[in-house]
């Protein structure tokens, strides 16, 4: 194992003991405190609306020293406000070595980039899991919805199959974005939530996050398949950047503008 490896395989199991305590949950944006983070009810939500008075949430990319996590992933920035984000990924193989790694794959919108201990950055995302986060989960593939800003809001989550293919939805309707996470078939699944986010998307991610890695065959052994990526209907066509932290075999294949491989 790498020294740095080992590093952050140490860093994440300090993240793990906090995890494992009732202050504090994972997010597919970070480290939340519990009390900042909530199912969705239903209706639309406004993210204005889930501060909670006298119990303050800073913004997730800001919690402590927790490692990114987002080791391999592809991003594009839009001279417009984007509209809407389409597109599959694919369920990989379960993880060779199942301990307590978290394995996120989305593809996601954010209004801005992490720039500063003031920066009001938010995400929406509709999320393939691995492992417990604060929505929940265990040793097996489930999908849900997220926002995560200051605050999280998550759908429920609904086990997949290795093999399965998710259609991610993120569609503007007026001022709400629809974020939907739908296996089709004879079950046909769907885990969304409805958002007023409050905020300009222009950032577009197709990402692998991880947490709790301590050996790569805490890794599935294979590959995502993003593809069918479509923006704002087929009218913007996105120049994809690939970026790796890699700690073992992770990489990005950008094949077109529609389809990107994320290798474990």
Not at 73 to 97: C, H, I, M, R
Not at 105 to 118: E, K, R
Not at 235 to 247: D, G, H, K
């Amino acid at each position: 194992m790498s020294a740095k490896l080992i590093h952050l395989a140490l860093a994440l199991s300090i993240v793990h003991l906090i995890v494992a305590s009732s202050d504090f949950g994972l997010t597919p944006f970070g480290l939340i405190p519990q009390h900042c983070s909530s199912k969705y009810e239903g209706g639309v939500l406004k993210a204005e609306s889930l501060a909670k008075p006298g119990r303050p949430c800073a913004p997730a990319h800001q919690r402590g020293d927790m490692p990114n996590g987002w080791t391999a992933y592809a991003q594009w920035v839009s001279k417009t406000p984007v509209e809407s984000f389409l597109g599959n990924f694919t369920v990989p193989p379960v993880p060779g070595d199942r301990a307590l790694q978290t394995i996120f794959l989305f593809t996601g919108l954010q209004n801005a980039m992490v720039s500063g201990p003031d920066a009001d950055v938010s995400i929406i995302q509709p999320v393939l899991q691995w492992g417990k986060s604060a929505a929940g989960g265990g040793p097996y593939w489930s999908i849900a919805s997220w926002f995560v800003g200051a605050q999280a809001v998550y759908s429920d989550l609904v086990r997949v199959n290795p093999g399965d293919t998710v259609f991610g939805n993120m569609t503007r309707i007026g001022n709400s974005w629809f974020i939907d996470a739908y296996v089709p078939g004879p079950s046909s699944v769907h885990s969304s939530i409805t958002v007023d986010v409050g905020a300009t998307e222009l950032y577009a991610f197709v990402t692998l996050e991880v947490y709790g890695i301590n050996t790569c065959a805490n890794f599935p052994n294979g590959v995502s398949v993003f593809s069918g990526l479509e923006i704002d209907g087929g009218s913007q066509t996105p120049e994809w950047q690939a970026q790796t932290e890699r700690e073992c075999s992770e990489a990005v294949k950008i094949v077109n503008p529609n389809q990107i491989v994320i290798k474990f």
